[in-house]
């Protein structure tokens, strides 16, 4: 991830991020392999804006994975059941 110019890239190709998943997996990569809570990663990219039973964050985390999953890089966004989300460490 190259952060001053929001350009994501895997095996040199871009997975073509929305802003928003732009947001979310530059928060999950500033600490591999720690878990973000829902509450941390809603106050952090929606300002605590969306309740926790919001969707907001599985779609925001599906999206890319399915298309990280098309150039191959499997289990990069992890869910911990009960958790929340990491990317792999």
Do not use: C
Not at 23 to 48: H, S
Not at 58 to 87: D, S, W
């Amino acid at each position: 991830m190259h952060l001053t110019q929001r350009l994501a890239r895997w095996r040199g190709q871009d997975p073509g991020l929305s802003f928003k998943e732009f947001e979310l997996l530059t928060l999950l990569m500033w600490g591999p392999g720690q878990v973000y809570t829902r509450r941390q990663i809603l106050d952090a990219l929606w300002a605590g804006n969306f309740p926790e039973t919001s969707n907001v964050i599985h779609v925001h985390v599906a999206n890319p994975r399915a298309r990280l999953r098309q150039q191959g890089a499997y289990r990069v966004l992890r869910t911990v059941r009960g958790l929340g989300h990491t990317v792999w460490a």
